[in-house]
């Protein structure tokens, strides 16, 4: 009778407790799991409040700077607006405005892999190529390129051609055509 009791209660321990005892081991992994989740999301919120807080401590002025320095749009008439503004007192005029959105990758946008293969990286960031003319004098050509790159919108001077209408005695007044090509970036959204 003993007998049938030990393998009664063997049986009962294979049948019925060693699952839920299974069971329990694998509850027991995800509730680790969840804990280790939920103390990752609570140092998260820690760092965005951080984030915030710092955010929060900046100046209206300088919100309006960075957005300047790197908008999240295109904004193409704005820019084109600058340009002209900073070209008027050089009494230059934007003629022949062309622009073009790129997203363009260069070779510093790629990750070497391995074997020596290069694949592109995504960039948080939109490329404007624009293209425009002003004629003016050389004195004031420089000028305005000065204040253009001192401007607070990055602003890459790709490529200038210059040209004049002819020779010396048909141009008294130095003026020549400034053919610029420019690029600028913008925060993907």
Do not use: C, H
């Amino acid at each position: 009778m003993p007998i049938i009791f030990i393998a009664i209660a063997v049986t009962g321990f294979l049948m019925f407790t060693k699952p839920i005892y299974e069971d329990i081991t694998v509850l027991r992994a995800d509730a680790s799991s969840y804990d280790e989740a939920l103390s990752n999301s609570k140092a998260l919120e820690n760092e965005r409040d951080k984030l915030t807080s710092k955010y929060n401590a900046i100046s209206k002025e300088d919100l309006d700077k960075l957005q300047k320095l790197l908008p999240d749009n295109i904004d193409n008439i704005r820019l084109i607006l600058e340009i002209g503004k900073i070209a008027s007192p050089y009494a230059m005029v934007l003629r022949d405005v062309k622009y073009n959105a790129t997203e363009s990758q260069s070779s510093a946008g790629m990750v070497a892999q391995a074997g020596g293969a290069q694949t592109p990286t995504q960039k948080d960031y939109k490329i404007l190529d624009m293209e425009f003319s002003v004629t003016g004098t050389y004195s004031n050509f420089i000028n305005f390129t000065k204040d253009l790159e001192s401007n607070l919108r990055i602003v890459d001077i790709s490529s200038v051609v210059f040209s004049s209408d002819g020779d010396a005695k048909s141009n008294p007044s130095g003026a020549y055509k400034y053919n610029f090509k420019i690029k600028t970036y913008w925060l993907k959204s």
